[in-house]
Every structure is written in structure tokens, then in C-alpha cells.
């Protein structure tokens, strides 16, 4: 597509004026402000409503004429047929009960003098195999070097053959796991399902650590041997006490006994208290251990949710670009079926009949020899034979090529329709999947919240002042101690062996207290024991999804290094250096475009280390490779042009057809082909 001629009607500061132009390089020139960039304005507004400056919607209407029409009239060469396009906008200003104006803007559209509404013209360019999508990123020299790397990176791969993940992988020495795994999910779902078990094993790394010191807190510093051997000569000792009671009087035995049975009934009283502290710590410990395990899965399936959704969010643009690519070839494949060869020219050649005048001399009047006459019909006959035979050639390679293009149309809708069912099972199934997560967390959230119910319940402290045995044994101490206290005194001895005997068997109560705490040491051991051991399990799972990670990084890199040359084969003096090494030697992608300097035999990058020329040059090569592969020719505007001598706008180079807008000392604007 080329334009022939362009006409401003009331479009910014430009009246009435109309351009033609050549299907080569043109030249638009005048003073600064005469219109040269309204002219590439003109054109991107009329296909794709923006201006040069990529500005969405601009501000078309001229200051000196408020009331008119605003209009961009062009007559444009599409595959050698000329085909007149017109777009008008108007302007409504209404006045609102505020005093304030509101103005509404709406655009109609012509094709060939015939009304269109917006979307029948786009639809028509678009059957005439004109893609508006692309007219920018075609015909602009700075938008696509004004994407993201990302964005760029995508379009040059998809310039490339089909090397999938998976065949590159196979060839990555090292990345057998990968190549496995690409035969389930993509590089992008092992990329994002191994990132997702690094963090969560660095997470659970980062805190059974502190785990493990509360554990550790927890436990009580005893030595159990010389607690026991401590039991043992205070068992002894109370026993050779209380042989010495056994001789004493029967009121010093019953006073004994008294005591006994006092100190038998402290002895239960502790041992009760310590069993009861013993069984809340236990309680404790498993409820904060239930918790941990609720909400650790509960974060899993919140992961594993979140990866569905984006399959999911991936799917639905997959869906949405194999319908619009069905939706296409359907069109295609109508607009196809409906072209005809146009057999009137065949028709005329065969209608056409020997002039018979012809036989005659045009001087004298005579008949020309029989010779000469039949020579003449002779030669009519075979011209018109070889001129239908010619023409039927012309139909016969117009059939072979339409059928050709109907097999191409098909074929590309199989695929889609194939590719767009595949996107649709892969989108219900991941909605299940969905669905089936959304239970699982509420079901995990349902049972954290039942779990802290639950642990609110939990005392701090022990608590036996409602059980009925330790109230029983409070109350019978005391009974004991009165019947002990009622006993008359036998002696001063007895009372300091009573006090001795006492004071033994509270420090054998400690000392079987502490020997009993001792137990709640090793189940503790038991708990950091296997923290410790899902600690390592942590490790190794970080680990292994690392150097998955890091085979990922290796493909990537083989990736690149083999698609580079394909991608650069597209362009002739553009290289793109798709990847790049860090100081710290890491590997990292990039989409650097760089210019090739032939007369200094250098490279130099587009943006940075490029002159003008090579910026310029280096562009429209980009332009050129991308138009190539696309299979569209869009005109090409190139303003500042007036920083380019003469020598270098003749070496930037395009099979498409280029304006200049350049500034020139001119008064009137002019259009000019370039020598």
C-alpha cells in the first residue's frame, strides 16, 4: 500500500490543500510551521485516529474556522488498485444549565464516495488485506524501538521457525528435567510452580530456626542422673528416719504416722499439680502445632489458586487470539471464494475479426497480392491465438494461485479452530480446578478459625481449684495437721526429726517433680527433632526447584543464542543482541537494536552510540524486516529529515514508499520526488 495523494480539508492549520505523491522516496519541505508534520498526522489520524507524536484522539479542528468539517481525503494504491478513502469529523457544542459548554466529537467514514460506518471501514481495508493494527508499528520509525524489551522480544521470536521450549531443551546439555516436565506443563507453569516451592521452602527454612529456639526455651535444664541419685539417698534417708520414729512411744508413733499420712497426701497433692501442668503443656504444644500445619497448607492452595488463575488469565487471551485468527480466516477464506478472473479482455481478443480494408493498399486503392493478403490474415490469426493463449494462462494461474490461497485459508483455520478447542478445554478444566481450590481454602480457613476457637479455651496456667480429688486432698491435709497439732509434744528430739523427716520428704517430692519434668525434655527433643528434619527436606526442596530454575535460565540462554542469527536474517543492517552478561558473570535477556557502520566496520547501538544517518538507516531496515515478515508495505514517515544530507537519505533504503518531512527555506510547503 502506497499513498498517491493526499487532501486537507479545515485539518488543523492547512485550509484546503491536496499532495501527490510517488510510490518511491518523497520529499515534503517549507519553514517551520508550514504543515509537513500535518501531512504524517493527516495519515495516522485517517487509519488510526493519532497523531506523529503517537497521541491518541488530537486536537485536529483550526483555530480560524470553529464551525467547520474537519476532512483527510487520500487516494491510496493497494495491490495496483486505486481506492479513495475519506474520514470527517464534526463537532456538536451544546450549552449546559451551568453555563458551561460540552462539546461532542463523532467521525464518518468513506470508501470510494460510499458512507461507512467505522467498523465497515475498517473491515473493508482489512479484506483488502490492510491490517490497522500494525500501520504504526510498521510505518513509525520509533514506536516498536520505543517498547518494552519484553514486548520486543516476543515479536522478534515469533519472527523465528518453530523451535518449541522443549526441542531447544533437548539439545541444552544438563536439562533432562526439563525436557520431562515440558511434556505436561509450559516453560512458563515450571518457571512459576518452581519459584513458588523456592519461596515457600525459604519461608519455612526462615522460621523453623525460631521454632526451634522457642523449643529450646521451653525445656528445663536438669540433670536427671543426680536427680536420681539425689531420689535415692533421700529414700534412704527417710527410711532410716523412719525405722528411729518406730521405736519411739505410741504417741510418738501416732504423731509419725500423722505425719506420714501428711506427707503422703502433699506427695499426691504435687505429683497432681505436676501431671495437670505437665498435661497443659502437652495440650499447648499440639495446638500450636495443628495451627502451623492449617495455615502453612492453607498458604499452599492459595499458591496453587493463584497459578491457576493465571493459566487461567493466559488461556482467555489464547481463546480470544485463536477466535479472532478463526474469525479471520472465515473472512478470508468468503472473500476468497468470491474472487473471479475477469475474462473480458480474453472475450474481446476472441470477439475481435479480421479487418478486411486491411487487404486493401491504402494509396492506390488496389487489392494487395494474394501472397501478401494471406500473409496478413495469417499473422492476425496467429496474434489472436497467442494473445488468447496468454490470457488463458493468465486464468489458469489465477485458479492454481486462488486454490493455493483457499488451502493456506483452511489449513490456518483448522489449526485455529484445533488450537482454539484445545484453549477451551484447557480453560474449563482450570476453572474446576479453580473451583475445587476456592472449597479447599475455605476449609482451611473454616478450620484455622475452629482451631483458635479452640485455643482460647486453653488456660495459661493450671488451674485445679474446680477438681474435687485436689480439693478432697487440700481439705484432708488440713484435717491432718489439726489431729498432728492436737498431739502433745513428745520431746525435743522427736520434733527435730520430725522437722528433718519433713524437710526430706518435701525435697524427695521436688526431686520427683523434677525427674518428671525431665520427660516433657525429651518429647520436646522429639518436636525439634523433626523440625530439624523437615528443615533439611526444606533445604533440599529449594534446592532442587533452584537448579530447575537455573536449567530454565540455560534454555533460555540456548534459547537465544540459537534464534539470534534467524531473527537477524530478516534485517540487512540491523543486528539484535538479545542477551547480555553481567559483572557478576549472571546471565540476563535483553533486546538491544544496533546499526552497522560499513565504513568504519562497527556497530553501533540505535539510541545511544548511533549518528543520525545510522539511526535513520538502522530504523527503517527494522521497519523493512518487520513489513517482510508481516506481509504489509505501509508508507514511511520520516521527519527531521533536514539533519540527513543528500548522500545519506539516498542510503536509507526501502522497498515501501518514504517521506522526508524536512525543514527548507521555502515559503510555500511542496511535495517533491527524490532524484
Known sequence: ????????????????????????????????????????????????????????????????????????????????????????????????????????????????????????????????????????????????????????????????????????????????????????????????????????????????????????????????????????????????????????????SRKAQVQADINDLLLKLNTMKCNAENELAERRSLYSSEVTKARIEKSRIEQELDSKKRILQNTARDISFYEEDLKDSREKYTYLMEKEFDESTLNAIKAERFDENSLVCPTCGQELPREKQLQLVQDFANSQQARIKAEEEKREQFRKDLDRELENCTNRGNLAHEKLKEAQERNTSCKKDIASLNLEIEKAASKILALEKEGKTIPQTVDLSGNEEYISLQSMIADKQKELDSISEPGTYRMEKEAELKEKKQQLANCEAMIAQFQNNIRIDGQIEALQKNLLTYEQTKADSQRILDQIDQISKRKNELLTDEINSHFLIVRWVLFKYLKNGNYDEDCIPQVYDSRKDEWHTIGSSANTALEVMGKVDILNGLQKFYGQQFPIFLDGAECLDDRSKKMVSSDSQMIFLQVSNDDELKVEEMA
Open 1 to 252: 500500500m502506497f499513498i498517491k495523494s493526499i487532501e486537507l480539508s479545515f485539518f488543523k492549520g492547512t485550509r484546503n490543500k491536496a499532495f501527490s505523491f510517488s510510490d518511491g522516496k518523497n520529499i515534503v519541505s517549507g519553514k517551520n510551521g508550514s504543515g509537513k508534520t500535518t501531512i504524517a498526522t493527516a495519515f495516522y489520524w485517517l487509519f488510526v485516529n493519532c497523531d506523529y507524536d503517537l497521541k491518541s484522539n488530537p486536537e485536529i479542528f483550526p483555530d480560524f474556522a470553529e464551525d467547520c468539517c474537519p476532512s483527510v481525503t487520500a487516494v491510496i494504491d493497494i495491490d495496483g488498485t486505486d481506492v479513495t478513502v475519506r474520514k470527517t469529523q464534526k463537532r456538536r457544542v451544546s450549552e449546559q444549565k451551568d453555563g458551561t459548554r460540552k462539546i461532542a466529537l463523532s467521525n464518518t467514514y468513506e470508501i470510494n464516495g460510499v458512507p461507512k460506518t467505522e467498523r465497515d471501514f475498517k473491515e473493508y481495508l482489512q479484506s483488502r488485506g490492510v491490517n490497522l493494527s500494525l500501520i504504526l508499528s510498521l510505518s513509525h520509525p520509533d514506536v516498536f524501538t520505543q517498547q518494552k524489551t519484553g514486548d520486543m522480544r516476543k515479536i522478534l521470536f515469533d519472527m523465528t521457525s518453530s523451535l518449541s521450549d522443549s526441542d531447544v531443551a533437548k539439545v541444552t546439555s544438563g536439562c533432562e528435567n526439563i525436557v520431562s516436565l515440558l511434556e505436561t506443563y509450559t516453560m512458563e507453569e515450571i518457571t512459576s510452580m518452581n519459584k513458588a516451592s523456592a519461596k515457600k521452602a525459604q519461608e519455612q527454612m526462615d522460621a523453623i530456626p525460631n521454632q526451634i529456639i522457642g523449643l529450646e526455651k521451653a525445656k528445663v535444664d536438669i540433670d536427671v542422673a543426680e536427680q536420681e541419685l539425689l531420689k535415692a539417698a533421700l529414700t534412704k534417708e527417710i527410711s532410716l528416719i523412719e525405722e528411729e520414729f518406730s521405736k519411739l512411744s505410741g504417741c510418738n
